[in-house]
């Protein structure tokens, strides 16, 4: 070995590696920078970092071979230890080649897809420099239409107003890169609004996020009524320094359609200050300035607009009491009326297919949240709503390729972050699940949703001591919260802590008398249930599940026989998807399936099984991995005679931490009961609740 470091010395190959390294280094700087410079693909980088790790090896190679006293060439264990210096090298510089680029696919995008190489922005909330508080409003208002000018650049990624008005400014150069890095943006805008009698003054600056230096800075003094000119101008000043086109066919990209009443402009960024707090408060508050608005400027199409989506919020199904068919009622003529006004405005096409999802005309929403996409490149909400869309028509990769993008506009959102954290976990991915839940808890605190997402998280991971924490702070925050209180009740069931459970879930008690064997009381409360409401699907389906763990199966047909197929749709509500995982009526066609081998119509009954087996099959394609479907499974493969298989699939899930108490007595698993294996099974859920039980009685 020493003799081989002597002839590297005499040879000079140190110093050629030194050389080499160096040139390579400072070669690649200057490659990285032009390729930035005119946007070139990472992959060209690396290319030519790889391509500069193999000419090192034969530098290496050609040194050695010219060095002084090389001329008798290497020996075997020297060229071995040659190469393996090379390689080593060359791993370096691929390290450096690609390290910086994975990290930047890490900061844009934790969700799991990348988004197209683009520039991107985000416009942070422009500071009220007027000394009246009262004004806040204009400023935000300010900020929000220059994004939705913006967002209508397909060139260019926005993010969305929810993660971009997290930031108040104003900020350092170093609290500028940190937001740009949780926004996954590359530049951001700031500025501020002066209001003073009939003028206006408006400083808007755009900053390069990686250094915090101004690209851009102007300051515009002009009267109220110019405030649209100034708005224009921004975009047209930040679309230039970032390289965007804002023309399509020769024409201008039209923005905001515009008000010739100042008073109009007032009421409807008043209302988008009510309505974007979301509360039933304030979007009743900010219904009425939308109306006031429309009262002064009857041409205005987005305050129509704006109109349409505080009504739809109103409605019993969103944040409000109203009922949906009327606020679908109300709604639709206005919608009818902004398109009249202008068909080419983002925002009302994206609130039709709002309507439509309300409608479950899903085909109807997919057809104009897309169009409100082809209008605004950008706008989240739409893609949000799309996503909805995609649930309900079951295309659940489609569904979650929608969700990933919204993620990437929007990446604070609450309600985006919480459909993450469902959507990782229905795909068994619960590490990123509970990120994006705890994701939720630091944006909103005070609200149940991240805490509620966190328990359930944990709740099927077999850790129930801790998924009832998480839900009993999801009370604290929220005491009245009617789904927190329901999947507490039943994670307590799943305990066997019984009476707790009972004063929690109300009307679902029965679920309670199920789990304790005291069907003729599950009984009552599920049929008084259901001559209270004998056409909602999940009355129907608790009542037959009930029913069929009473052996009633003559019952259980009447009851979801009807809910196969519809004379509208040809599909009935067992094979609809409803996006609540704990409740799937498809879980329901199983107990259909299990009464119609139960009453002797075989043939049917395994045709319906088939049937439930492919839809299954299907969702797992999807990419759905969820202990729930691993049970359906396993009753599938029961039902089928298979019964080793069924064992193996009930071991599985056991172990992974799925301990519902229905496991023990289900129909389906009739033939399982006396088997040893099925018996050990129940023994080990058992001795894991206890230990769970154990657990919280002890903290």
């Given at each position: 070995?020493?003799?081989?470091?002597?002839?590297?010395?005499?040879?000079?190959?140190?110093?050629?590696?030194?050389?080499?390294?160096?040139?390579?280094?400072?070669?690649?700087?200057?490659?990285?920078?032009?390729?930035?410079?005119?946007?070139?693909?990472?992959?060209?980088?690396?290319?030519?970092?790889?391509?500069?790790?193999?000419?090192?090896?034969?530098?290496?190679?050609?040194?050695?071979?010219?060095?002084?006293?090389?001329?008798?060439?290497?020996?075997?264990?020297?060229?071995?230890?040659?190469?393996?210096?090379?390689?080593?090298?060359?791993?370096?510089?691929?390290?450096?080649?690609?390290?910086?680029?994975?990290?930047?696919?890490?900061?844009?995008t934790f969700s799991g897809v990348a988004e197209p190489s683009r520039p991107s922005v985000a416009v942070l909330p422009f500071v009220n420099a007027t000394d009246d508080?009262?004004?806040?409003?204009?400023?935000?208002?300010?900020?929000?239409?220059?994004?939705?000018?913006?967002?209508?650049?397909?060139?260019?990624?926005?993010?969305?107003?929810?993660?971009?008005?997290?930031?108040?400014?104003?900020?350092?150069?170093?609290?500028?890169?940190?937001?740009?890095?949780?926004?996954?943006?590359?530049?951001?805008?700031?500025?501020?609004?002066?209001r003073y009698g009939d003028a206006v003054r408006v400083t808007a600056s755009l900053i390069n996020a990686e250094d915090g230096f101004q690209m851009w800075s102007e300051?515009?003094?002009?009267?109220?009524?110019?405030?649209?000119?100034?708005?224009?101008?921004?975009?047209?000043?930040?679309?230039?320094?970032?390289?965007?086109?804002?023309?399509?066919?020769?024409?201008?990209?039209?923005?905001?359609?515009?008000?010739?009443?100042?008073?109009?402009?007032?009421?409807?960024?008043?209302?988008?200050?009510?309505?974007?707090?979301?509360?039933?408060?304030?979007?009743?508050?900010?219904?009425?300035?939308?109306?006031?608005?429309?009262?002064?400027?009857?041409?205005?199409?987005?305050?129509?607009?704006?109109?349409?989506?505080?009504?739809?919020?109103?409605?019993?199904?969103?944040?409000?009491?109203?009922?949906?068919?009327?606020?679908?009622?109300?709604?639709?003529?206005?919608?009818?009326q902004s398109l009249k006004l202008n068909p080419f405005l983002a925002e009302t096409h994206a609130s039709l297919g709002f309507l439509r999802m309300f409608e479950h005309?899903?085909?109807?929403?997919?057809?104009?949240?897309?169009?409100?996409?082809?209008?605004?490149?950008?706008?989240?909400?739409?893609?949000?709503?799309?996503?909805?869309?995609?649930?309900?028509?079951?295309?659940?990769?489609?569904?979650?390729?929608?969700?990933?993008?919204?993620?990437?506009?929007?990446?604070?959102?609450?309600?985006?972050?919480?459909?993450?954290?469902?959507?990782?976990?229905?795909?068994?991915?619960?590490?990123?699940?509970?990120?994006?839940?705890?994701?939720?808890?630091?944006?909103?605190?005070?609200?149940?949703?991240?805490?509620?997402?966190?328990?359930?998280?944990?709740?099927?991971?077999?850790?129930?001591?801790?998924?009832?924490?998480?839900?009993?702070?999801?009370?604290?925050?929220?005491?009245?919260?009617?789904?927190?209180?329901?999947?507490?009740?039943?994670?307590?069931?799943?305990?066997?802590?019984?009476?707790?459970?009972?004063?929690?879930?109300?009307?679902?008690?029965?679920?309670?008398?199920?789990?304790?064997?005291?069907?003729?009381?599950?009984?009552?409360?599920?049929?008084?249930?259901?001559?209270?409401?004998?056409?909602?699907?999940?009355?129907?389906?608790?009542?037959?599940?009930?029913?069929?763990?009473?052996?009633?199966?003559?019952?259980?047909?009447?009851?979801?026989?009807?809910?196969?197929?519809?004379?509208?749709?040809?599909?009935?509500?067992?094979?609809?998807?409803?996006?609540?995982?704990?409740?799937?009526?498809?879980?329901?066609?199983?107990?259909?399936?299990?009464?119609?081998?139960?009453?002797?119509?075989?043939?049917?009954?395994?045709?319906?099984?088939?049937?439930?087996?492919?839809?299954?099959?299907?969702?797992?394609?999807?990419?759905?991995?969820?202990?729930?479907?691993?049970?359906?499974?396993?009753?599938?493969?029961?039902?089928?005679?298979?019964?080793?298989?069924?064992?193996?699939?009930?071991?599985?899930?056991?172990?992974?931490?799925?301990?519902?108490?229905?496991?023990?007595?289900?129909?389906?698993?009739?033939?399982?009961?006396?088997?040893?294996?099925?018996?050990?099974?129940?023994?080990?859920?058992?001795?894991?609740?206890?230990?769970?039980?154990?657990?919280?009685?002890?903290?």
């Open positions: 070995m020493s003799a081989f470091l002597r002839q590297l010395k005499e040879r000079k190959i140190t110093q050629w590696a030194l050389a080499y390294f160096a040139g390579a280094w400072l070669f690649l700087e200057v490659f990285g920078f032009i390729a930035d410079h005119f946007g070139w693909r990472s992959v060209i980088v690396q290319g030519m970092s790889i391509t500069l790790g193999m000419g090192l090896l034969v530098v290496l190679v050609l040194a050695w071979f010219h060095g002084e006293k090389g001329r008798q060439g290497l020996g075997l264990v020297e060229g071995l230890l040659l190469a393996t210096l090379s390689i080593i090298t060359l791993a370096l510089l691929l390290q450096l080649s690609t390290g910086e680029s994975k990290r930047e696919l890490e900061r844009i508080p009262e004004q806040q409003y204009f400023s935000e208002g300010v900020s929000e239409e220059l994004i939705n000018t913006l967002s209508r650049l397909p060139d260019l990624r926005v993010a969305a107003r929810t993660s971009s008005f997290q930031f108040a400014g104003p900020h350092k150069g170093i609290e500028l890169v940190g937001i740009a890095r949780d926004l996954g943006v590359a530049t951001l805008v700031e500025g501020s609004v002066r300051n515009f003094d002009r009267n109220m009524t110019d405030i649209f000119v100034i708005q224009d101008d921004i975009a047209g000043a930040i679309a230039t320094a970032l390289h965007v086109h804002l023309a399509r066919d020769g024409a201008i990209e039209p923005g905001v359609p515009r008000t010739a009443s100042i008073d109009a402009y007032n009421l409807y960024l008043l209302g988008r200050h009510h309505f974007e707090k979301r509360t039933d408060f304030e979007l009743a508050q900010a219904q009425r300035y939308f109306e006031d608005a429309i009262e002064k400027d009857p041409l205005y199409a987005p305050a129509y607009n704006g109109l349409v989506d505080s009504i739809l919020l109103q409605s019993d199904v969103a944040y409000g009491d109203e009922p949906v068919e009327q606020s679908i009622a109300l709604a639709l003529p206005l919608i009818k005309d899903s085909l109807a929403s997919e057809a104009a949240l897309l169009r409100a996409i082809e209008l605004s490149p950008n706008m989240s909400r739409a893609y949000l709503w799309l996503y909805i869309t995609y649930q309900q028509l079951n295309q659940q990769t489609k569904a979650f390729e929608t969700l990933q993008r919204t993620f990437a506009l929007d990446p604070l959102s609450p309600i985006v972050n919480a459909n993450m954290a469902a959507e990782w976990w229905i795909r068994g991915k619960n590490q990123q699940a509970l990120q994006a839940a705890q994701r939720v808890i630091q944006l909103t605190p005070d609200g149940p949703l991240g805490y509620r997402r966190s328990g359930r998280i944990k709740w099927t991971s077999g850790e129930l001591a801790a998924a009832v924490n998480w839900y009993r702070q999801s009370l604290e925050v929220a005491p009245g919260d009617p789904n927190s209180k329901l999947e507490l009740g039943s994670l307590l069931v799943d305990l066997g802590i019984f009476e707790e459970a009972e004063s929690l879930l109300g009307e679902q008690r029965y679920v309670v008398f199920l789990a304790q064997g005291r069907l003729e009381e599950a009984l009552s409360v599920v049929r008084s249930a259901l001559e209270e409401r004998p056409q909602d699907p999940r009355t129907i389906v608790a009542a037959a599940r009930t029913e069929s763990r009473a052996g009633n199966f003559g019952q259980v047909r009447f009851l979801l026989e009807p809910l196969i197929e519809e004379p509208e749709t040809g599909t009935g509500p067992l094979f609809q998807a409803t996006a609540v995982h704990f409740w799937d009526p498809q879980v329901a066609a199983m107990d259909l399936v299990v009464a119609l081998l139960e009453t002797g119509d075989i043939d049917k009954g395994l045709a319906l099984l088939s049937e439930v087996k492919r839809h299954f099959l299907f969702l797992k394609n999807e990419g759905l991995n969820h202990p729930m479907l691993s049970f359906q499974e396993a009753r599938i493969l029961a039902l089928e005679g298979k019964q080793d298989e069924a064992l193996g699939v009930l071991r599985k899930i056991i172990a992974a931490g799925w301990l519902c108490w229905y496991l023990d007595g289900d129909p389906a698993l009739k033939n399982l009961q006396d088997n040893r294996e099925f018996v050990s099974i129940i023994s080990d859920r058992n001795m894991l609740v206890d230990m769970e039980r154990a657990k919280l009685e002890n903290q």
